[in-house]
């Protein structure tokens, strides 16, 4: 939860049928929507000034400037988001230097902080207003079921590095806190329409009003996707279609302090396809396609007041409900609660947070065949509490922060995750920062009493390898260290650079404890182990340069270099390096926005992303690209903005991602192109 995001936004920031035959219809009706209207801000405008100025909460659950921030910080706005062109929440973040972002298919993607990428990434934290959506089946983030309409985004702050000494457990390599705008900010009738090649229908609604002494807003969003391509030129099976009905309140309740209320109800169908094991086919395995099916209920509540003194405190509860059909696999019902309270004061030369949570998962998971749960039911949860002090040693100089969570997994006990940073001001508008982290990682519900048959080892004889949990688990824990410099050496430049080393401990890995026989099948017993060791080292770096208010460029690379300590075994060094080893070396990016005029403006995005580090030699190498995307915008009126947008321009599709723990097929990005209305009328 985010209970410091009561305290912090920027008020100013202001079952559908996808057939062919209702496109035309439903563009009419949003033709013909009455609105006030759309956005005050318009996302043709930049302003420099405007980055420098930005203010975050994600590092320290408070509101703080980004040039005073000791963390490798960065803030995607909701202009960037306009000029990019992007429709998903993943496309959003492939400029943040330090994050991997691949489209492993239409309706999938592999989004990693500083390593460890993959479908179900398990070390990076992602929040939507402060309420973890970190998934506790398969410890990581289900992207295509966390479709928020960008349109209601306000920013999303990426912090790089641990942050668990405040976020608690998962937030290993970083943290990503979706904000959506405040419903005071989004008051009217507005809608969005886009169609294209591959998103063959987008379509966006919403209508805002105000309350005695708040505001509300209602939303909808449906979206249909086309599918992509397999490598060898079939059809991907990825097809992708979304429905989502939102809404936020805010209140103000006078002593109380002020209320605010957010809730979705969501439904998600991807499609998908396996190659499974089959004893009875030729090949020992069949191609399977189904449907992912994720239904669900969020609802957040939040009570904030500021009082004298710089003194404030929040409460934020949240409810969600999912339930999810991976085709006749596996399925899984949760009920998750979380309560989260934080209390700020002041006492001298220092600025105090104190705080506490509990969270409660109630879950019933489901095997069929792939998938073998002994004990479907399972009830578990963790309660922790806070404390973060920051202290300034010299005013306008030199700030220590110091922090530390304490947290109790039903699984693996106690946790400790300290935290100390220091932040040096150079000089006006130059810092130096440094930073000392901990912090770990909690099991999931697939490592901690799961067992899967996903690949074949060899056709003579028949052999497949199944994991399944191990007798003892730990938290994985890393180690930080973190070196970094923002500034603003000229008037039109800034620039951010982090440098670091993250050791890690008690890493996921498996071995081979032996052979027998089940179905035809000679099966190697593979338990899970967590005793594994490696190393990321890296360098991120961000520059903006604004030599004229008609033009703006943002550059951003990214170095990695990932090791492990192998521990002899053929079976567990191939597993230790899959898990590690799926990350780009290097990425490059630079957007470029032209406005020619007043109302008109010009984007293009470059991306270059390296060979992703992978010995697996069982599989074909994912080679480097490079890519452009172009988009041009035209403010038509204060109530009407068009958009002409082309991705993935320079190949006729590439693959970005490679094999999966799941044993699907690998797919091919196209080169795409979309329309984009947005509209409100008086």
Known sequence: MSAGLAIEQNEARKRWNPDMTLRPYALTVMLACQATAFAQTDPMDFSLGELVAQEVIS??????????????????????????????????????????????????????????????????????????????????????????????????????????????????????????????????????????????????????????????????????RDDSRQVNGDRGEDGWQTHRLGLRLEKFLGDPGELSVMGEVFRNDSRDQWNVPDITSPTLVRATRFVQRDEGVNLTARLNRSLDHGREWA???????????????????????????????????????????????????????????????????????????????????????????????????????????????????????????????????????????????????????????????????????????????????????????????????????????????????????????????GLEAAVDWQPSARWLLRVSYSHLEPSIELPGNRLSDAAAEFYMQRVPSDQLSAHLTWKPRAGHAMDMVVRHVGALINRDRGEPETEAYTELDLQYGWRVSPKLTLAVTGRNLLHARHAEFGRLYMPSPTHEIERSVHFTAQWALD
Do not use: C
């Open 59 to 224: 590092v320290a659950r408070k509101r703080q400037d980004i040039g005073d921030v000791a963390a490798a910080v960065y803030v995607v706005s909701s202009e960037d988001i306009a000029r990019m062109g992007v429709t998903t929440l993943p496309d959003a973040l492939r400029l943040v230097p330090g994050v991997q972002v691949a489209a492993i298919g239409n309706n999938r993607w592999a989004v990693g902080v500083r390593g460890f990428n993959g479908r179900f990434t398990n070390s990076l934290l992602v929040m939507v207003d402060g309420r973890t959506v970190y998934s506790p089946l398969f410890s990581g983030t289900f992207w295509e079921a966390l479709d928020i309409p960008l349109a209601e985004v306000d920013r999303i702050e990426v912090v790089r590095g641990p942050g668990a000494s405040v976020w608690g457990a998962n937030a290993v390599n970083g943290v990503v806190n979706i904000i959506t705008k405040w419903a005071r900010a989004t008051q009217g009738d507005a809608a969005q329409v886009i169609v294209g090649s591959e998103d063959k229908a987008l379509v966006y609604a919403r209508h805002g009003g105000a309350l005695d002494d708040g505001h509300y807003r209602l939303s909808y969003q449906g979206r249909t």
């Open 315 to 537: 409460l934020q509860g949240s409810y969600q409900y999912v339930d999810s059909q991976v085709g006749d696999f596996l399925s899984e019902r949760r009920h998750t609660m979380d309560l989260d309270g934080q209390y700020r004061f002041s006492a001298g030369s220092h600025d105090l947070i104190v705080g506490a949570g509990l969270r409660h998962h109630d879950q019933e998971v489901v095997g069929n065949g792939f998938f073998q749960v002994p004990q479907p039911h399972r009830r578990f949860g963790l309660a922790s509490a806070f404390i973060h002090d920051e202290i300034t040693l010299l005013p306008e100089e030199l700030t220590l922060t110091a922090g530390l969570k304490f947290e109790h997994h039903t699984w693996t006990g106690n946790e400790w995750q300290p935290n100390l940073r220091l932040a040096w001001k150079v000089a006006p508008d130059h810092m130096l920062w440094a930073a000392v982290s901990e912090a770990s990682r909690t099991p999931a519900r697939i490592e901690y009493d799961m067992q899967y048959t996903p690949l074949v080892l060899a056709a003579v004889p028949p052999t497949v390898i199944s994991f399944r949990s191990g007798e003892r688990l730990n938290a994985e824990r890393v180690r930080s260290y973190e070196l970094g410099y923002r500034g603003q050496p000229t008037e039109t430049t800034h620039i951010d650079v982090t440098g670091f080393v993250m050791r890690y401990r008690n890493l996921r890995n498996v071995y081979t404890t032996g052979f027998y026989g089940s179905g035809g099948w000679v099966v190697a017993d593979t338990p899970l182990s967590l005793n594994g060791h490696g190393t990321v080292s």
